[in-house]
């Protein structure tokens, strides 16, 4: 995993993986016939949804780190996009939280600098994919208690198979902890939080670390 985040917060925390081509991989098929639910393997592993770019676009965050970075700027400076299945959020928005089936994207994608003869300034993301994970809820696959609660996060390989993250891992006890809902980080998507604040839905453990940051 890059260095910009930190092993805690698995949307984001996977290594740099090239070469993805999900339009062309042999799984599309079985992934396309179950629509935009869940997918797995009869192994347990996850099928990438392979149209997952004509989900609904959450956000883009950059050079996100949850940790201090003792280095400064990150030498491969990298772009986060977030994408949700339809269904999960329509039902978001009358509701202010996650339904049962929701399956989150996260598409990484290194951010370029040059190449643009009219860019003078700033960053642009390339072409390649160079990480995807999932983070999905399924009460009928996880019934932990506590920790991880009905959600699970998958690391996406070059062939569009999710290996699952250990329940010991650190990016279930984070999301737990600081995440506004149901231990997704809406708090950086900025069309969610809104709704989650007017449902009255934002976590109490993130209320209170926002209390915290100002003062109130």
Partial sequence: MRLRLVAAVCL???GVLFGFDLMTRPCRVHAEMNGNLPTYTGNGKMV???NYRQWVYLST???????ERKNGVPEHQMFDNVFVNPEAYTSFLATGTWPDKTV???EQRGAQAKGEVLLKDGRFQ???VEGLEIHVKDSARFTRPGVGGQWGFYDIGKDGMGKLFEPKANCYSCHAEHAAVDTTFIQFYPTLRPIAEAKKTLSEAYRKEQAGVTGH
């Fill in 48 to 50: 990438a949804p392979a």
């Fill in 12 to 14: 984001g925390t996977v």
């Fill in 104 to 106: 989150m994207v996260l």
């Fill in 61 to 67: 965050g950059f050079d996100m780190a949850y940790t």
């Fill in 126 to 128: 390339g072409t390649d």
